[in-house]
């Protein structure tokens, strides 16, 4: 059973700063891809950014310069530093990974989610 739990998200002020982290645990054979998407009220999720295996990033544009995704493949582990946050930022995050278990096929796994709130 593959796990991914995030933690990180909060309130802050417009032009803060927020990181948030997930982990990734139990009978993994592989993990393609990690990243972050969001889910404001009333629209769909959105892709925020994913790193590859190989270390292919892909941001959205409407954090590119302000979002910086990362991963320590040892730990199993991605994060996502947000700086100069502004009000449209607000959204429920979740993580993201495309893993292949030991004993099952590679399927898509996701976190349960992190509250992240931008205002004054």
């Known amino acids: 059973q593959v796990q991914l739990v995030e933690s990180g998200g909060g309130l802050v002020q417009p032009g803060g700063s927020l990181r948030l982290s997930c982990a990734a645990s139990?009978?993994?054979?592989?993990?393609?891809?990690m990243g972050w998407y969001r889910q404001a009220p009333g629209k769909q999720r959105e892709l925020v950014a994913a790193i590859t295996s190989g270390g292919r990033i892909n941001y959205a544009d409407s954090v590119k310069g302000r979002f910086t995704i990362s991963r320590d493949s040892a730990k199993n582990t991605v994060a996502l530093r947000m700086n100069s946050l502004k009000p449209e930022d607000t959204a429920v995050y979740y993580c993201?990974?495309?893993?292949?278990?030991?004993?099952?096929?590679?399927?898509?796994?996701w976190g349960q989610g992190t509250q992240v709130v931008v205002s004054s």
């Open positions: 993201y990974a495309l893993i292949r278990g030991i004993t099952t096929a590679t399927d898509d796994y």
């Open positions: 139990g009978s993994m054979f592989s993990i393609y891809a």
